[in-house]
């Protein structure tokens, strides 16, 4: 069983639709949760981070983490064709991002 | 600014060939990270570089090496290409060891035949 399991999708949604991405864990060890865009098998782009569990916002986007339940999600609001991408959680035992265990993707398009 | 540069885009081996991937980190950053991603899975950790020394590695065999060298940039070498190397090899940089921000490259793709 891998450590990191993400919903696989692929998720197709109308333009202005809320997108809500999950990924649980195994390893109680990591701490430190991101969320990767990636386009076209591109290299991914760092969207947010977080420590601790709760609920992070940027702009459109939030970052949900439970650590009592091994579950991180990140919602998606007012999404727009522009969001159609490949989305990646990860995650670290400590705060070092250079030696992630990623999850396999979620694959979302929006449509206009 | 540049960003994290690698080389080559694309690549074609034989299978027991040898190979040499490059990256160059973005400006300021002294650490390298590499990743493997299959198609449709998500990239896997291979090894961390720092001040010219591996300083993390994932699992994965002993035909992945690679080096750092003094200003930072770094090279991952896999020996004795098998079919299931194929992948996009992904670079990614970090300010310092332990960093929790990463920038990654557009990556190499390498298909081994």
């Known amino acids: 069983q891998k450590e990191v399991e993400q919903d696989p999708g692929p998720l197709s949604v109308p333009e202005g639709a809320i997108v809500s991405l999950n990924c649980t864990y195994s390893n109680s060890a990591f701490q430190y949760f991101m969320w990767y865009r990636q386009y076209s098998r591109k290299g991914p782009e760092l969207l947010m981070y977080t420590y601790s569990s709760g609920n992070k916002e940027d702009g459109r986007f939030t970052a949900q983490v439970d650590k009592s339940s091994k579950y991180i999600s990140l919602f998606i609001r007012d999404s727009q064709p522009s969001d159609s991408a490949t989305y990646l959680c990860?995650?670290?035992?400590?705060?070092?991002?250079?030696?992630?265990?990623f999850g396999d993707g979620t694959t979302l398009t929006v449509k206009p | 600014d540049a960003g994290v540069t690698q080389s080559p885009t694309h690549l074609i081996k034989t299978r027991g060939q040898q190979v040499t991937l490059r990256c160059s980190p973005k400006s300021g950053h002294d650490t390298v990270s590499w990743y493997q991603q299959a198609l449709g899975q998500g990239p896997q950790f291979i090894f961390q570089?720092?001040?010219?020394?591996?300083?993390q590695r994932g699992n994965f065999p002993d035909r992945f090496s690679g080096h750092q060298f003094p200003n930072y940039s770094s090279e991952l070498n896999v020996n004795a290409l098998l079919l299931g190397d194929s992948a996009l090899y992904l670079c990614?940089?970090?300010?310092?060891?332990?960093?929790?921000?990463?920038?990654f490259g557009e990556g190499s793709w390498l298909t081994v035949v």
């Open positions: 570089y720092y001040e010219e020394e591996e300083r």
């Open positions: 990860a995650m670290s035992e400590g705060t070092n991002a250079g030696k992630s265990t």
């Open positions: 990614a940089s970090s300010r310092d060891f332990g960093g929790n921000t990463i920038y």
